[in-house]
C-alpha cells in the first residue's frame, strides 16, 4: 500500500460524500492536511468539528492550491464547471474526480488536456441522510467505486487514485460511461422514483376517511425509505440521466403491465416464476460481498503509450466483471510502450482476463501473486 500521509486533499462540497471521504482518508491512509470548500461556513465548521477537513478554504483556488487530489462532491450539475475550476487553479501534479453519480455527459465534455488529469469517479454507496453531520469514516467499506477515465488519462494519475481509494476500503472499478449511466438509471435513480411515486399515490388515497399511509406496514416502509431524499440533488439527477432513466421507466412500465396481464389472467405459474426469479437475484445480489478470492494473480500486459489504451483495458475488464485490485504502468519509452501490471483474484480470473485481452490484441499472462512477488 502507497504512502498517503503526507497527501494534501481538496474536498470541494463537504457534505455526506465529501465529509465521508475526508474521514477516512484521515483514519484510514493518515493524511495530515485535508482543505474543505463549500457553500455555506457553518457547513466548514461542522466538518472541522468532526474532524472530516483540517483546514478551510475561501475559495476554490485556495482549496487546491497545494493538493495532490482533489474531490468534487458538489451537486452533479454543477460538478463540470467546478472540475475546471479546480484544473485551472490546481498544480499540474494534481488530479482531480468527482463522486457524482452520472456521468457520461460529463466526460464527454472533456477536452483532451482535461482528460490528463480529470477521472471521473462515483461511490456507489450513501444513505437517505445527506449532509456532513451523517459523514461516517466506513461509507466506503467494500462498496463499488465506479471509475470512468477518458482516453488521453495519464496511467499514473490513474495508479494514484486507484491506489488512494482502495486505501480507503473501496473497489474501484472501471466502467464506460454511458454503461455507468445506463445501470445507475436501473438500481439508483429509478428506486428514488418509485419511492417518491409510490409515497404520493398512498398520501392521495383516503377510503372511508382512512387514510392509506396509516395503514402502511414494514414492506411499504422498506420500499419508500428514500422518498423525499433532497429535492435539489435528486431534481438534478434525474435531469442529468433523464435519457437513460426514461428508457428504463418506460422498460420498468412494460415489466408491470405484464403483470397485471397475469393477474387479470389469473396466471399461477408466472406469478410464482418472478417471485422465484427476484428471490434468487436478491439472494445472489446478497452474498456477492461475501465472495472471498480464493487466489491472487498478476496479468502482465505489454501496451503502445498511446491515449486510451489504460481505459480500454480496464473498461474491457469490468465489464467481464473482473475487478482490479492494484495497478502499475511501467513506461519504457515513447516508442516501446511500457507493460501494465494488474492484480485480480479468484480462481480462474487471471485466464479469462488473458483471454478477453488476446481478443482485443494484447498479448498478455497471468502469473500467481506469488510469483510475481517472488520474482
Not at 454543477?78 to 490546481?90: E, F, G, M, P
Not at 445507475?184 to 382512512?210: Q, Y
Request: charged share 20%.
Amino acid at each position: 500500500m502507497p504512502d498517503f500521509s503526507d497527501t494534501t486533499i481538496a474536498i470541494l462540497g463537504v457534505g455526506l460524500m465529501g465529509g465521508s471521504l475526508g474521514l477516512a482518508a484521515r483514519e484510514r491512509l493518515g493524511v495530515r492536511q485535508v482543505f474543505g470548500f463549500s457553500r455555506t461556513r457553518r457547513t466548514l465548521m461542522r466538518a472541522l468539528e468532526l474532524g472530516a477537513i483540517t483546514d478551510q478554504a475561501s475559495s476554490i483556488e485556495e482549496a487546491v492550491a497545494t493538493a495532490d487530489f482533489c474531490f468534487v462532491a458538489t451537486p452533479v450539475r454543477t460538478i463540470l464547471s467546478v472540475s475546471r475550476q479546480a484544473l485551472a487553479a490546481s498544480r499540474a501534479g494534481c488530479i482531480i474526480t468527482d463522486m457524482g453519480s452520472t456521468k457520461s455527459s460529463l466526460m464527454a465534455a472533456l477536452s483532451a488536456d482535461e482528460e490528463r488529469r480529470f477521472i471521473g469517479g462515483h461511490p456507489v454507496c450513501g444513505s437517505e441522510t445527506a449532509g456532513v453531520a451523517n459523514a461516517r469514516e466506513d461509507l466506503f467499506d467494500k462498496a463499488t467505486y465506479f471509475l470512468t477515465s477518458g482516453r488521453g488519462v495519464e496511467p499514473s494519475n490513474y495508479e494514484r487514485l486507484h491506489g488512494f481509494l482502495t486505501g480507503l476500503g473501496a473497489r474501484p472499478t472501471a466502467i464506460d460511461p454511458d454503461a455507468h449511466d445506463r445501470i445507475m438509471a436501473l438500481v439508483s435513480h429509478l428506486p428514488h422514483v418509485l419511492a417518491n411515486s409510490t409515497m404520493n399515490e398512498a398520501g392521495r388515497l383516503n377510503l372511508d376517511g382512512r387514510e392509506a399511509l396509516l395503514s402502511a406496514g414494514p414492506s411499504f416502509r422498506d420500499l419508500t425509505r428514500v422518498a423525499g431524499s433532497n429535492a435539489d440533488v435528486w431534481t438534478d439527477i434525474f435531469i442529468e440521466n433523464r435519457r437513460w432513466l426514461a428508457d428504463v421507466l418506460k422498460e420498468h412500465a412494460a415489466v408491470i403491465n405484464g403483470f397485471a396481464g397475469a393477474l387479470e389472467r389469473g396466471d399461477e405459474e408466472f406469478l410464482a416464476g418472478t417471485i422465484a426469479e427476484a428471490a434468487a437475484n436478491r439472494d445472489r445480489m446478497l452474498t456477492a460481498d461475501q465472495l472471498e478470492p480464493s487466489d491472487l494473480f498478476v496479468v502482465k500486459i505489454p501496451v503502445p503509450d498511446r491515449p486510451g489504451v489504460l481505459s480500454g483495458v480496464t473498461v474491457a475488464l469490468g465489464n467481464a466483471g473482473i475487478n482490479i485490485d492494484d495497478l502499475a504502468f511501467h513506461r519504457i519509452s515513447v516508442e516501446q510502450g511500457g507493460v501494465l501490471s494488474l492484480v485480480v483474484s479468484g480462481d480462474d480470473t487471471g485466464h479469462r482476463a488473458v483471454e478477453i485481452l488476446k481478443v482485443l490484441g494484447y498479448d498478455a499472462v497471468s502469473i500467481p501473486f506469488s510469483n510475481a512477488e517472488a520474482g
